[in-house]
């Protein structure tokens, strides 16, 4: 499994001017960085499309976030659909709209995702 999943084109459309704090490819020690403070002044929104190997810290900072009304905009997350684990059951709590895609997306030149995607909003 990669974590290089390049988002869909037609769903970033949806998002203009979102702030993406994770961009595709980005080194782990920027990532890392990139966990501390969003700079959200002049932005609609933050769009994530964490890395899926281990999307529990970027849940964790957008639920903090949030509950520390650290910013007054949307969160949006693109994440695969797994209602059975902690991350999902901590978002639910958080009040996290979900949004289900039908079918599976395709990312880039790649095959279809092989799990269900949905967008979550915080």
């Given at each position: ?12 459309d ?8 994770c ?14 403070t969003?700079?959200t002044?002049?932005?609609?929104g933050i ?9 529990t810290?970027?849940?964790?900072k ?24 902690r ?11 979900i949004l ?8 880039g030149?790649a095959k ?10 915080l």
């Amino acid at each position: 499994m990669t974590d290089s999943w390049a988002t869909p084109g037609w769903i970033l459309d949806l998002f203009p001017g979102f702030f993406d704090p994770c961009p595709l490819d980005c080194p782990d020690h920027l990532l890392d960085d990139l966990l501390g403070t969003w700079k959200t002044e002049g932005i609609p929104g933050i769009f994530i499309n964490p890395p899926y190997s281990d999307v529990t810290p970027w849940i964790e900072k957008a639920i903090r976030t949030i509950e520390n009304d650290e910013i007054g905009i949307p969160i949006v997350m693109l994440l695969n659909h797994d209602c059975s684990t902690r991350w999902f059951a901590r978002l639910h709590e958080h009040g996290a709209r979900i949004l289900m895609f039908s079918g599976r997306l395709r990312f880039g030149d790649a095959k279809s995702n092989p799990r269900p995607s949905m967008l979550v909003i915080l």
